[in-house]
């Protein structure tokens, strides 16, 4: 395996999404994936039924014990609930996973409309972790919620995201898959300009754990040596893919095929 991916995200039980889709998603394209779980959710395709979060000293347990042994080439941030947990995750940015690159996806509502982000935290979020990122994930909401500003064309998503790396990430890609259109347009915002990737929308109710995939994909791949443009039209290829081959479980949005770049194994 090619790359340490260290994943610190909350636990989908329908594994669609958070840690169980991080751990598929880093799996397939070749990395190694390690954990720290800051949630434990009750949740199916239907919705998020339940929230544990786990306690913060055991979070940076978690955290100090991998970077301690395994190590990391790079870190991706999913689910982070609380604020005693951004700290936490603040603290080991700052010490033992100082100089990593860091995808940071902003999970704030669940794709059934739970809330993933204690509400007190959104101030901590942004102190703690976004001036941490080397690259932040948000959806058209989350931008939305972190700046406060209304999107509704590309134009906007790009407004957005230079505004967010005013905020002190280092890169932002604005996810365009909530704006109308047959073109789902993603926006890549760093200090040279601004790089657009395009696609075919895929009409399918089987899209839980999109974000999710994504942010991990392009982990892997900055794990493994690639530029943030190169991670970023890998990892949008294998979730086009994914959705593409979605196995279609679940009564509500169901998971993706993490597995469809993996051959099938014979003994």
């Known amino acids: ?59 940076k347990q978690q955290i100090e014990a991998v970077a301690g042994d395994i190590g990391a080439d790079a870190i991706k941030i999913g689910m982070v609930h609380t604020v005693e947990q951004m700290n936490v995750v603040g603290d080991a940015l700052d010490g033992p996973l100082a100089g990593l690159p860091v995808v940071l996806d902003p999970v704030m509502v669940a794709k059934g409309g739970a809330s993933l982000m204690d509400p ?49 990430a280092r890169a932002v890609l604005v996810k365009g898959g909530h704006l109308p259109g047959r073109t789902v347009i993603d926006v890549l915002v760093v200090e040279d300009g601004v790089e657009r990737f395009e696609g075919p929308r895929i009409e399918s109710r089987h899209t839980h754990g999109t974000g999710c995939t994504l942010a991990s994909a392009i982990a892997a791949g900055l794990a493994q040596g690639l530029s943030l443009s190169a991670a970023i039209r890998r990892a949008r290829h294998f979730v086009e893919q994914a959705i593409r081959s979605a196995p279609g479980l679940g009564k509500g949005h169901g998971p993706l095929n993490h597995a469809h770049a993996i051959p099938p194994y014979t003994a």
């Open 1 to 59: 395996m090619n790359g340490r991916v260290l994943i610190i995200a909350g636990s989908d039980s329908s594994g669609g999404a958070g840690i169980q889709a991080d751990i598929k998603t880093v799996t397939a394209l070749g990395a190694y994936a390690a954990t720290a779980i800051t949630a434990l959710t009750a949740q199916d395709t239907t919705g998020v039924h339940a929230i544990h979060d786990v306690p913060a000293a055991f979070l």
């Open 120 to 168: 007190r935290a959104s101030q901590t979020f942004r102190a703690r972790l976004l001036l941490r990122a080397s690259v932040l994930t948000p959806n058209v909401p989350e931008a939305e919620a972190l700046t406060g500003y209304k999107i509704g064309s590309v134009e906007e998503m790009i407004h957005a995201g230079e505004m967010l790396r005013t905020y002190g």
